[in-house]
């Protein structure tokens, strides 16, 4: 396998610290640097393990300041990038959308000019992984149907409607200018290092404490849920083995409603925690609706199963339960919560 230096944008974040210690793991060769504004959801402490590693670095910088991001391929002749900073919280983009446009938006669109300039027009190779998601394509409303990748956009949110309006950027600067670019769409991830704004570890951390569950709704949302050692497998593969200018949809075909998924957490945290089976099931409470909250997704991954050869690996219990117990052990010293 040959050495690379790869970009991962958003490296301090949930899916890229997990996707920079999977690198460091299984790609040792390669060299990693991540570029990341530390906002809210990012920490650096995400990287400590992979920090004293030569092979790793990380540049605090916001992905919309052009002069920064020129820089940074001006010294660097990266062999690829991955693309994952972004605002990413729904509830968040529906108070303050414009955060959203600028990392989102503007912030694909600088990383786009500067690898064009700096690959495109040379041929100098890099390819461009856009990491997106499924909430592109808004909400199912039959049971039974999937998003495929020639699902019309739809989207419901300013946090997917930003989302969708980057995977047009980058379609289009594959096609205007021929840049490499490989788009993925993926669903719900779960796994350790996510920001505890999120379904599941709000779940774990007000169960540990032995608070009410919100739930909104009615609990009926169904969400697609995988786990992000799985989506991380994936992005590497579309890096090594995606066709140019390709979207491939990711995701385990394991959907849940919200109202299943919370009670599957609170038996995980009662039998990790060793409390009465049934305990934690009591604390759930149902809470008002979000606005223009999306009722179903589910993703069709069979095009890179069958072109790539890929498929999760972990199954969805084992996930959870590893999920649980990293955060029981982690979340005060990670977040002082
Ligand atoms: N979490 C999911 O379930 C999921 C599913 C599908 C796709 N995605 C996509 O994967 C990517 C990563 O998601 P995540 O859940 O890890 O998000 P996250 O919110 O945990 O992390 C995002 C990271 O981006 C950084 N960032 C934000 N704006 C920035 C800017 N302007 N400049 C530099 N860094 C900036 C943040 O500091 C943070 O470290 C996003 O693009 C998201 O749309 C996420």
């Not at 820089?71 to 994952?84: C, E, I, Q, V, Y």
């Not at 959203?100 to 300039?117: D, K, P, Q, Y």
């Not at 890099?126 to 394509?137: K, L, N």
């Amino acid at each position: 396998m040959d050495a690379k230096h790869v970009l991962v944008t958003g490296g301090a974040g949930f899916i890229g610290a997990n996707l920079v210690r999977w690198l460091r793991h299984r790609r040792p060769q390669w060299r990693v640097t991540v570029v990341d504004r530390l906002t809210y959801a990012g920490n650096h402490r995400y990287l400590e393990e992979v920090m004293d590693d030569d092979e790793v670095e990380l540049v605090v910088a916001d992905i919309a300041d052009r002069e920064a991001m020129e820089g940074l391929f001006s010294r660097s002749a990266f062999d690829g990038l991955f693309h994952l900073a972004a605002e990413t919280h729904v509830d968040r983009s529906i108070e303050r959308p414009d955060e959203f446009v600028h990392s989102n938006v503007v912030g694909t669109f600088t990383l786009l000019e500067c690898a064009r300039r700096h690959w495109g027009d040379k041929n100098r190779g890099g390819r461009f992984v856009h990491v997106s998601t499924d909430e592109v394509y808004g909400s199912i409303e039959e049971p039974g149907q999937a998003f495929r990748e020639s699902t019309p956009y739809d989207p419901s949110s300013p946090y997917s409607a930003t989302k969708a309006a980057s995977d047009h950027l980058v379609q289009a600067y594959h096609r205007t200018y021929g840049l490499d670019v490989v788009i993925t769409n993926c669903s719900n991830n779960f796994g350790p290092y996510q920001y505890p704004e999120k379904l599941i570890p709000v779940v774990i951390s007000a169960l540990r404490d032995e608070q009410h569950v919100p739930v909104y709704g009615d609990g009926g949302h169904v969400r697609d849920w995988l786990y992000v050692d799985d989506h991380c497998r994936a992005l590497v593969k579309v890096f090594e083995e995606g066709r140019r200018g390709r979207n491939y949809n990711i995701g385990a075909d394991n959907q849940w409603t919200n109202l299943e998924l919370v009670y599957a957490i609170c038996d995980r945290v009662d039998e990790v925690l060793a409390r009465p089976q049934g305990h934690s099931r009591r604390l759930v409470r149902f809470v008002a609706d979000r606005p223009g909250h999306d009722r179903r997704y589910a993703i069709d991954a069979s095009r890179i199963r069958r072109e790539l050869g890929w498929r999760p690996q972990i199954r969805f219990q084992e996930a959870l339960r590893r999920t649980v117990e990293w955060y029981l052990e982690h979340m005060t010293r990670v977040w002082g919560i």
